[in-house]
């Protein structure tokens, strides 16, 4: 049997210390087990409220640079990176988006999204290949997410992507000074001058944290709870706010989507009849010609134009509806 190698005691972070409120959780009965997690999970909002700046000046970044041609990277491991690949693959479907505009990178690869790749997250330089094959560039936003924030995985990910000219993050759930610690100091020779200690500073740049301090867990440790419902929301509200800036939305209607399965038709169906005022089988012959697009199927509908007339328009507006329609009903 290989004994474990000792590790840096973690023991100061929030996300590894006991909830007092949970100390004999193993005693309670169901119903009590249940309304104690559902009592913490009511924190969560209010830590996400006390977030938002700093996750507004993160989504300026990541839309500025999606300008400009360039992608939102999440990069974690075990539940982060779980949760930074779901946000990433959703982002398609709800937003008819280039499935390398919104990218998801996880330690242990893709057969960590269902089983544990050991040692995985340990490796500092886990992501470089990957983030190789994205040609990073400076118009990129990657957003490092470790609830804990000592992934060094994530870390070397931040890194890297920093060395190509990247906007990096870190998306964690303990107060970013606790990460900070002091290189170590310059040998000084006798009778030299005894040099300055040096600040502490972080294990790789990050241009802007997001911190989403929720505070110890009901099960010591486990992030998987209220630090990964707080990513959750988290992400959610980067990469939905991105994508309405970018115009994916015409008031609070999802028009930048094709419709490829029943359900999406059925929706795109109601919107272009609803806003255009005509009926189901007049919107379906319009999004027929639309190639099954929304967005261009609302202006050939309300304008009276072919669909190459729609697309330019679009174009000139940067693919916003507001300009040309106004308003919607």
Wanted: with cysteine.
């Amino acid at each position: 049997m290989t004994t474990p190698t000792p590790s840096e005691d973690r023991g100061h972070l929030a996300t590894e210390q006991r909830l007092a409120a949970a100390a004999a959780i193993d005693a309670l009965s169901v119903e009590a087990t249940l309304r104690l997690m559902n009592t913490q999970d009511m924190e969560v909002p209010l830590a996400i409220r006390k977030a938002i700046p700093q996750i507004t000046k993160v989504v300026e970044i990541v839309v500025a640079g999606m300008k400009q041609g360039g992608r939102l990277i999440y990069c974690g491991a075990g539940t982060s990176g779980r949760l930074g690949v779901l946000d990433a693959s959703e982002c398609p479907p709800t937003f008819c988006s280039d499935p390398d505009q919104v990218v998801g990178i996880i330690a242990g690869g893709d057969t960590a999204l269902r089983s544990a790749v050991e040692g995985a997250e340990d490796q500092r330089d886990g992501a470089v290949p990957d983030l190789d094959k994205l040609k990073v560039t400076e118009h990129d936003t990657l957003i490092g997410i470790a609830a804990g924030g000592t992934t060094p995985y994530v870390w070397g990910a931040i890194d890297y992507a920093h060395s190509r000219g990247a906007k990096t993050s870190l998306m964690t759930c303990v107060p970013i000074k606790t990460l900070m610690t002091r290189p170590r100091a310059k040998v000084v020779k006798p009778n030299e001058p005894v040099s300055i200690p040096p600040r502490p500073e972080l294990p790789a740049p990050v241009y802007q944290p997001i911190e989403l301090l929720v505070g110890p867990e009901v099960l010591t440790g486990s992030t998987r709870m209220k630090a990964g419902t707080a990513t959750k929301l988290a992400l959610n509200m980067i990469s939905t706010t991105a994508m309405l800036q970018m115009g994916k939305a015409w008031g609070n209607l999802m028009v930048d989507l094709r419709a490829t399965n029943a359900k999406l038709m059925d929706r795109s169906i109601r919107i272009v009849s609803s806003q255009a005022r005509i009926t189901r089988e007049e919107a379906a012959d319009v999004l027929t010609k639309a190639e099954g697009r929304v967005k261009p199927a609302l202006i050939m509908a309300t304008r009276g134009v072919e669909l190459g007339e729609a697309k330019r328009l679009l174009d000139r507006h940067e693919g916003k509806l507001r300009p040309i329609l106004g308003p919607p009903r």
